[in-house]
Each structure stands twice: as structure tokens, then as C-alpha cells.
């Protein structure tokens, strides 16, 4: 009998998962999910992230070494990080453009207000110690926090992503300039564990229906807890918000990188899609591109034709600092916040916000409710009273997995571009 493709495998287990947490909220089987269910999602996402620290090191070095020469290093770079931060400009633009037409502020009832101030008002509180401590920084400290002094330090933490990944290029960089038999050693271990941790992202994948299904199924207990009704009427009244949300990112996926992926390359739409479905799923369920970069690396080489060359070095620099998604969403939930309280931002404040939403999704960890930390540089930039993200924290969860999906899309899809002018797509014949 045929195998199941792998995203027929992922979409059956997030139905489950979805029938059975609506199940369980309407049951009050709450403890039951959170002892039971909820474990077999945390081992697969603890799977995947093991893996993406050794990967990210093992394949940018391997992809930067391959560069060969420095020229064509700056060359690939310089053309991902153009394309990377040319479209999330035009991300947060949709965006604006999304909340100024739908006005979703203004379609919140008073009574409602207040209620989602009170109820978040804790937890809204508990973030802004993150925040408070990225706000009170210099203007060069996101340069600083990129370069560690301590290559362990970094690496014992999936939030430091961006650090790994930039001692990754540096012993790229070494590499490229010491004698080739001095090297050769060192590459081929790199080689052997690039390979190894791809091998082992199959043997995760085997796990993904069952860890889908516990993801969903101890989302929703989470967002419902034992009480549906409750979920609905939050649903209801910040439906417009969410609405201004996912048409933006709906825009964005189909004009934006469609757009691009017709102009710029030969890539049948179709093909792109199918190849990354169960990355798009994945970012979907586990809501961290960061967890679901093992994947995405897989499906472009594997799936898309692009070549290891290209995928090994715009993919993890992608995972950290490509979020499409998630400043799309900040410039939403930045105009929302201030609609609903009454204030109105002007041309000026607007442009910051194209601008700060671009700068802090680069710095936004790729992990789960990221994003809202970051939201409250947004904010303060505008000056937005950053009390107002309780009013958005109860959909937060629900938004976060959208956004991630199309987080790893845009990642995918320069992977696609930067593959193709480099001569190094190869699209497969399926
Ligand atoms: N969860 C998102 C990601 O991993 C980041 C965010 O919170 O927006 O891509």
C-alpha cells in the first residue's frame, strides 16, 4: 500500500487533535489533556529543537565553507538579507493597510474593553519585564547581543539563535582561508553531522501526527480551559482584529511571494506548495519557525531542488531574522491597540511603525509568543500605552501559529529566489 504523503499524515492528526480539544474543553477533561496528551507534543517539539542548534552550526558552516571565496559569500548574503528585509517592509505595509481600512479598533464594545484589560492585565504586566530590558538598551546593542563572547553560552539556548548563527559564519569564514588540508578534517565532521541531524529529522517526522494531535488538542485546553463559551465570546469580539490579521498575512503569502516566485523563477506553484506543506503545517502546530527550520531545510533540498549550497545558509539566517508574519501582525495589533483606546496615529507614527516592525521582528526569537514581547517596542515607539496588549493577549496563541506559518513561507520562498539566480535550482520532476 502507498505511504500517505507526509502533510496527509500531519492534516489528519491536527483534525483530531482539534476535534478532540473541543471534545475535551466542552468535557472538562482539562487535567486529563495536560497529564496525558500534552507530553507526547512537548517530546516531539523538544525533538526537533534538540536538533536545531547542531544543524544550524553543522549546515551554515558546511554551506559557508562551500562558498568557497568570500566574494561569493557577500554576494549570496547581500542579496538574502535585501530580499529578506525588502519583504517584510512591504509585509508591514499590507499590514497598515489591513487595520487603517477594516478599522477592527473601533468594533469593540466598551464593556468588552475593560473586561479584557482587567482579565490580561497580569499576565499582560509579566511581559513587560522582557520588554523593559530590550527597551532600556543603546542604539547599538542589537549589534552587540549578536556576537558572543562564549560560543557555549549561546548554544545552551534556543534563544540565542542569532548568535550561533553568527559564530557559524565566522568559522565559515575561517575555513574558507586556511590551507584546504588543514580544513578537510574539520568540514568533513561538519559534513558527517550536517548529514546525521538530516537523518534524524526523518525519524522525528515518523512522530508528527501523534505530536501534531497532542500540540493542537493542548492548545486549545490551554486557550479554552474548561470553559467553550468563554473562548467564543472572546472570539467574537476581537474578531475583527483578527480578521485585519489573517487577511493581511493571506495577502501577503499569495501576492507577495507568489508574486515573486512567478516573476523571479520557474517554480510551479504547485510544486512549491506541496514541497512545503508539512514545513507550513509543522510552523502551523509547533508556532516556532525555529523548531520547524529541520523540516524546512529538508523540504527545499529534498522537495523544491534547492541546493544545500543556498538552503544551508538562507534558512537558518531566515529562521532568525526573517519574520514576515510576525511584523505584519505587530503593525496590525500596534494600530489596533490604539484605535481601541481612542487614539489616533498619524502618517508620521505609522512610518514608525514600518520601521520599527522591520527592526523588531529581525530581533524577535523564533519561539512561540515572541512576537507580543516585541510588539511593546512598537508601542513605546509610538507612544501607545503598552497596558493595551492585554486586550490582544487572549487570541494571541491562535494568531502566533499564523504568523509562523507564513514566517517559514517567506523563508522557503527566498530559499526558491536566491536558489534560482544563483543557477542552483533544481526542481525536481514530480
Ligand atoms: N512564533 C513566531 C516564530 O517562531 C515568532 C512570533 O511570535 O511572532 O516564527
Redo the contacts with the bound molecule.
Keep these: 500500500m502507498k505511504k500517505l504523503a507526509l502533510h496527509w499524515q500531519i492534516i489528519i492528526g491536527l483534525a483530531f487533535g482539534l476535534v478532540y480539544g473541543i471534545v475535551a474543553a466542552s468535557n472538562g477533561w482539562g487535567d486529563f489533556t495536560t497529564d496525558w496528551v500534552a507530553p507526547f507534543g512537548i517530546i516531539f517539539m523538544n525533538l526537533l529543537k534538540l536538533i536545531a542548534v547542531p544543524l544550524v552550526l553543522a549546515s551554515l558552516i558546511t554551506g559557508v565553507a562551500s562558498l568557497s571565496d568570500l566574494k561569493k559569500l557577500s554576494r549570496i548574503g547581500g542579496k538574502t538579507i535585501g530580499i529578506y528585509i525588502g519583504t517584510t517592509a512591504v509585509a508591514v505595509t499590507i499590514g497598515l493597510i489591513s487595520v487603517n481600512v477594516l478599522q477592527p479598533g473601533d468594533k469593540v464594545p466598551d464593556l468588552m474593553k475593560e473586561k479584557l484589560q482587567e482579565t490580561y492585565e497580569a499576565d499582560a504586566s509579566s511581559r513587560f519585564g522582557s520588554a523593559e530590558k530590550v527597551k532600556n538598551r543603546g542604539p547599538l546593542q542589537a549589534i552587540v547581543d549578536m556576537v558572543p563572547s562564549n560560543f557555549f553560552s549561546s548554544a545552551s539556548s534556543n534563544r540565542n539563535m542569532l548568535q550561533v548563527v553568527f559564530a557559524a559564519i565566522f568559522i565559515g569564514i575561517g575555513l574558507i582561508q586556511i590551507p584546504k588540508d588543514k580544513g578537510k578534517p574539520v568540514l568533513d565532521f561538519f559534513e558527517g553531522l550536517n548529514d546525521v541531524v538530516i537523518k534524524l529529522v526523518d525519524l522525528i517526522m515518523l512522530m508528527a501526527p501523534v505530536g501534531v494531535f497532542a500540540l493542537i488538542a493542548q492548545t486549545i485546553n490551554k486557550v479554552a480551559g474548561n470553559d467553550l463559551a468563554q473562548v467564543l465570546e472572546l472570539l467574537g469580539a476581537l474578531g475583527y482584529y483578527m480578521v485585519a490579521v489573517i487577511l493581511g498575512l493571506l495577502f501577503h503569502a499569495v501576492f507577495t511571494y507568489t508574486g515573486l516566485l512567478k516573476i523571479l523563477t520557474k517554480m510551479p506553484l504547485k510544486t512549491f506548495y506541496r514541497g512545503i506543506a508539512p514545513a507550513q503545517l509543522l510552523?502551523f502546530s509547533t508556532?516556532?519557525?525555529?523548531?520547524?527550520l529541520p523540516v524546512t531545510m529538508e523540504r527545499c533540498e529534498d522537495e523544491l531542488g534547492v541546493s544545500e549550497e543556498v538552503s544551508s545558509f538562507v534558512l537558518p539566517l531566515g529562521?532568525t531574522i526573517n519574520?514576515d508574519?510576525?511584523a505584519l501582525?505587530q503593525a496590525v495589533a500596534a494600530v489596533f491597540i490604539a484605535q481601541t483606546l481612542g487614539m489616533d496615529l498619524g502618517i508620521g507614527a505609522q512610518l514608525t511603525i514600518i520601521l520599527t516592525a522591520v527592526l523588531a521582528?529581525i530581533g524577535?526569537?523564533?519561539?512561540?509568543?515572541?512576537?507580543?514581547i516585541?510588539l511593546v517596542i512598537i508601542l513605546e515607539a509610538v507612544g501607545v500605552p503598552t497596558a493595551g496588549i492585554a486586550l490582544i493577549l487572549g487570541v494571541d496563541r491562535i494568531l502566533?501559529m499564523m504568523?509562523?506559518v507564513v514566517?517559514?513561507t517567506g523563508d522557503a520562498s527566498v530559499a526558491v529566489i536566491v536558489a534560482n539566480s544563483e543557477g542552483q535550482l533544481n526542481i525536481p520532476n514530480k
Excluded: E, L
Excluded at 508556532?287 to 520547524?292: E, L, V
Excluded at 524577535?364 to 507580543?372: C, F, Q, Y
Design positions: 510552523a508556532s516556532s519557525s525555529g523548531a520547524t529562521a519574520m508574519g510576525t501582525y521582528s524577535t526569537a523564533a519561539v512561540p509568543g515572541a512576537g507580543i516585541m502566533d504568523r509562523t514566517n517559514v
